[in-house]
């Protein structure tokens, strides 16, 4: 193990050790070797009790030890932690859904072959953990369920056309929706919903669930198909404002399908960045603060220490 792989879970503390450094530097200083006793006991009356040894002299070594101790409590406050090497194993611990728009205006007036290859480079991204595809116009459809199968996948975003699915019309809200059910019935953890869309029918609706999905500790994130060419007679415009307020909402960040790369890191993290981002640390990570509060017990013992 090295630093590089250490983790800070709590950063804030980090504040508190140069103020333990301060404290323990002004200890020492007041502890040599009587503090203020000498500036307000008079110079005889000092004499005369140090004559008949009523006066010890302070202890640096019982100052060292406190700062000693208190430095290591407040490292062990920060959090430091590694990375748990069983974090990425459990499948429904961290999954990402697809969501894509096949209504008219993007199946036949945006950019198709641009939604299925951005589409498989999120799937890419997420590595071994499971992603599921959902479709959606008039109505949703789950085109995949949950799988590691790549392979699979892949078939199955090849095969997206302006006829999978049959009902006319542009819901979001019902494909966000079947992608919080997928991931409620799987009991996944941490997730990652992606809408590919032009931004067609959001409205109130959609934004409950982009809430929802959030309430949940998953984020949506959006991928904007612009109009590649004639849209359909009666079509909408793309509404890319639409989409970043949808994705505003859910915690996530928007692309367009074209240069999707800020959509596919933020995917691509690890699935104990992942946990971490969503509350569920004590997952991801193993705490090692623990270890330091027990060796601060050390030094705090010589505080105890009579003298002779």
Do not use: C
Request: hydrophobic share 50%; proline share 6%.
């Amino acid at each position: 193990m090295s630093l590089v792989d250490l983790a800070i879970l709590r950063p804030w503390w980090l504040a508190a050790i140069p103020l333990v450094a301060l404290l323990a530097l002004r200890a020492a200083w007041r502890s040599a070797p009587l503090g203020d006793w000498t500036r307000v006991v008079d110079p005889p009356l000092m004499a005369a009790l140090a004559r008949r040894g009523a006066v010890l002299g302070g202890r640096r070594q019982a100052n060292l030890a406190a700062a000693v101790a208190a430095g290591l409590i407040a490292l062990a406050l920060t959090g430091p932690a590694v990375e748990r090497a069983d974090s990425a194993t459990f499948r429904n611990l961290d999954a990402t859904v697809i969501v894509i728009d096949l209504s008219r205006s993007v199946a036949e007036g945006g950019d198709l072959r641009a939604v299925r290859q951005a589409a498989q480079g999120v799937a890419d991204a997420t590595g071994t953990r499971s992603v599921a595809v959902v479709v959606y116009a008039g109505d949703a459809y789950l085109a995949a369920p949950p799988t590691t199968d790549r392979d699979s996948l892949a078939t199955t975003l090849f095969a997206l056309d302006a006829d999978t699915v049959p009902d006319r019309g542009s819901h979001p809200e019902r494909g966000l929706a079947l992608a919080r059910r997928t991931l409620d019935e799987a009991a996944v953890v941490a997730a990652d919903v992606v809408l590919v869309t032009d931004g067609d029918g959001i409205g109130e609706a959609a934004a409950r669930e982009a809430r929802a999905l959030r309430a949940k500790g998953w984020r949506l994130h959006g991928l904007f198909v612009p109009a590649g060419k004639t849209l359909p007679p009666g079509s909408p415009k793309p509404d890319r404002a639409a989409l970043d307020a949808l994705v505003g909402a859910g915690g996530g960040l928007v692309a367009d399908v074209g240069t999707p790369n800020a959509v596919l890191d933020a995917v691509g993290a690890s699935t104990a960045q992942h946990l971490a981002a969503g509350g569920y640390t004590v997952l991801a990570y193993a705490d090692l603060g623990r270890w330091l509060l027990l060796a601060a017990l050390l030094p705090a013992l010589l505080l105890f220490r009579r003298s002779a």
